[in-house]
């Protein structure tokens, strides 16, 4: 009863570097999401999946990037991370398009120094 | 774009009082409206949701009301619990569109023991 999982739950990095964050639903779920929680900002949307092989941008999409090699993970990275995007980022999953029935994962709190 | 607002930012209750969280959206458009609970640490989890086709949906403590004409939605949580305390989110979304989901800026609420 996994459902969905991220990681790394923490993470520090430095301005410039990179990382990729991982994303994994044991729900067989289409739908796959990329958040942002910012204080006082609710959730934003960064990039989103309708199935295995495509990504859109959602509403926050500059410096981020993603992929969907598999149906059940979905990869968001970061190529040279700001202190800007430091955040938590949450990832979630949908059986139904328009985040319906959605199931969050426990997020990934980041900090770009 | 939609718009939803959230009010109020944060709420205190006695325990076994009433909370009640409202929000408001723009876009006539959304027909889908969530409601998650985010305990600290945690994801959001979905608590209920309500479709534009049903004015009230309730489940246990919880209850949802829709009232499309105002566009405003509301959550209430009856006989109110030390571990209902958390932040919680309404979203309106438009289930046609995959990226058409916006989330309010969140309620903290505190059940005084």
């Known amino acids: 009863n996994a459902g969905v999982t991220q990681t790394p739950k923490f993470r520090v990095l430095k301005t410039g570097q990179s990382m990729t964050l991982l994303c994994a639903q044991d729900m067989n779920h289409e739908y796959m999401y990329w958040y942002r929680q910012d204080p006082g900002m609710g959730l934003r949307l960064i990039h989103y999946?309708?199935?295995?092989?495509?990504?859109a941008k959602g509403e926050v999409p500059d410096g981020y990037n993603v992929s969907r090699l598999k149906k059940q993970n979905f990869l968001l990275g970061l190529e040279s991370a700001a202190p800007s995007q430091t955040s938590v980022y949450f990832c979630?999953?949908?059986?139904?398009?328009?985040?319906?029935?959605?199931?969050f994962g426990q997020g990934t709190r980041l900090t770009v120094v | 774009g939609e718009n939803v607002e959230q009010h109020p930012s944060t709420l205190s209750v006695q325990e076994g009082d009433s909370a009640v969280i409202k929000c408001t959206y723009s876009d006539s458009a959304s027909n889908y409206f969530p409601w998650y609970k985010q305990e600290l640490g945690k994801g959001p989890q979905l608590i209920i949701d309500?479709?534009?086709?049903?004015g009230e949906k309730k489940d246990q403590r919880i209850a949802v009301t829709l009232n499309k004409t105002a566009k405003h939605f509301s959550l209430h949580i009856t006989e109110t619990q030390p571990e209902d305390s958390a932040v919680y989110f309404c979203?309106?979304?438009?289930?046609?569109?995959?990226?058409?989901?916006?989330f309010g800026t969140g309620t903290k609420l505190q059940v005084i023991p």
């Open positions: 979630a999953s949908s059986s139904a398009q328009g985040l319906t029935e959605a199931f």
């Open positions: 309500i479709r534009s086709n049903v």
């Open positions: 999946s309708v199935g295995e092989g495509t990504t």
């Open positions: 979203a309106a979304s438009d289930s046609g569109g995959y990226q058409k989901v916006t």
